[in-house]
Structure formats: structure tokens, C-alpha cells
């Protein structure tokens, strides 16, 4: 009880926070008091805690090696770069990415938390990796356009975490995919985008053993329960700071007051997608009326035909009969 005073001490005197618990729903509510009581796992997929504990500038050697795991390949994170991409034109909406980070080499990634893989649509992660290629090219003020070496082009890559995968990947039981453009023709080019997808439904499903290093950052990840988390960490001290990472950023007014945002957000998603897809069925169900409609109006008409046959028939036989009289 003492815990959950002192958090609820901390949102009823400052009004900010206040005003943000406020639009909260109850659910969300009772998770951050379970959390302070020591209860709850963090969520550690939500954008303020995903970003703080891989915060490339701070933890740079984590994100390495997490990274490296997906793609299965040693890569070595330099540091962060700017998360806003460029408007092209003062009527274009500007790309806002998740994390975005140089590799040691030149090349550039970027991951993306995304709860709902619907929300991530293939177009979308090509915008992304479009923008990760121009702003190795893109001309700043005072250069010359001949002064860009496209020769000199870094691959990038796009990597998306999703909680919940799309249509696209439910047939499928791996829970990491690997995209690369290649030729029909055996003719091998390297076209530099490359994206990478993670489906955590898919690995929770699965459930593998946690063996390889990859295993073991999506197991920590997928953990809800604490009893469970208490004994991964007892496996795998290594995880124990990133583990304190996410405590301590909820006991932080920055980290709560994004913390409340980006549950306010993801509710605004959840109630959009609701709304999308009642609009979809809605619209479904009219075709679907609209089809019966029709198809009842051709068996009416068939109907009609069917009787016009035997009356026609009925008519034939009456005629035979008067002429074999």
C-alpha cells in the first residue's frame, strides 16, 4: 500500500501528471500501481522504456548486440542520429522514426516498436528506408549536387518489432523475417534497403528455449509475469540492468509523463483500428445484403422462367391431346 501511495503521491501533486493520469483508462491505471508495488513487469515494449533501455548514445553495446541477434550478423552502433526525416516540400509530412542509429561501416538502421502490425504496412517501411538512403545523399546547404558519390551509399535497414503481427505473416510459424531484393534472373546487385520483421506473437506461440541470444531478448521482452521475469533474471544476470533500467524510468516524472502519453496514443490507435475495421464490416455486411438482394431477384426471376416452362409444357401436352383426338 505504501508503494502505491507514494506513486499516486507523486501524479496527485503535480498537475500535469495529474491531467494525464486522468485520460487513462482504469485497466492502464492498475497496471502502473502494480508496477510500483512491485507486482507488474514494466512494459518493456512501451516507446519510452524500449528507447531508454536502448538508448543508443547510453547503451550503445546493448542495442549492438540485440541488433546483431536479428539480423545474425556483428554489428556495432556508433551513435544515435536524428529521428525526424526531411520534408520534401513544405507540403510533405514529415517521417518521424523510432530509433535511428549509425553502424560501425557507414550503414544506418532504424527499428520500429509497432503494437499493431496493421498499423506498419509494407509502404510504410519503404518510406522509412527511403528516408534512411536520402539522408546519405541528400544535398545540404552550400554543397553542389555533383558533389554527392552515390558510389559511396551505406546500406540501410529498417527493423520492425510488432506485438501483433498482420494477415501477411499468420500462415507463417517463423517469428523473424528477412527481406531482400533480389533478381529473377540470378543477376546479383546490392540495392541497399533491407528490412527485418519480428513477431513476437509468433515467437510467444512457439515459445522456443531461450538458447541462442536472440531467444533470450524476445523471451525478455515477451515476459509479463513477474514470478516469470524473477527467474529469467536469476538465469540471465546479464539482463539484470536492463531489467533496472525500466524500474527506474518508471520512478522517473520525464519517463511517466511520456510513459502516460504513449498509453493515451496507443489507446487512440486501438480506438482508430476499432473504427477502421467496424467501417470495414459495415461496408462488408452492405455487400453482403446487396449481393443477397440480387441474387434473391435472379431466383425470382428463375422462378418466373421455371413457370413459364411448365406452363408452356402444360400448354404443349393440352395441344397433343386435342390433335390425337
Known sequence: MEKELRLWERVRQDETLLSLWN??????????LEIDRGQRVPDLLNDTIFKGIFDPDEHGERLSQFVSSILGKKVTVLHSLAT????????????????????EGGSIGNVEIQRYGVAFPPQRAVCYSADLVKRQYAVQEGEKKKDVDYEKIQPVYTIVIMEDSPSQFKDSNYYVHHFRQTSDT????????????VC??????????????????LTFLSIQDMTEMMGFLTENPSFQPVYDCAIIMTKDREGLMRMFTDFIEQEDIVASLNKTNESKIKRLEKE??????????KRTELAEKDQMIADLKKQLSEWEKKESQ
Open 186 to 197: 540470378g543477376v546479383e546487385l546490392e540495392l541497399v534497403q533491407y528490412y527485418d520483421y
Open 23 to 32: 485520460r487513462l483508462s482504469k485497466r492502464v491505471q492498475k497496471q502502473f
Open 288 to 297: 453482403l445484403a446487396e449481393q443477397r438482394t440480387e441474387l434473391d431477384a
Open 84 to 103: 525526424e526525416g526531411r520534408r520534401h516540400s513544405m507540403y510533405s509530412k514529415g517521417i518521424i522514426l523510432d530509433l535511428v542509429v549509425q553502424f
Open 200 to 217: 513476437l506473437d509468433k515467437f510467444r506461440k512457439n515459445k522456443p528455449h531461450a538458447a541462442g541470444e536472440l531467444e533470450k531478448w
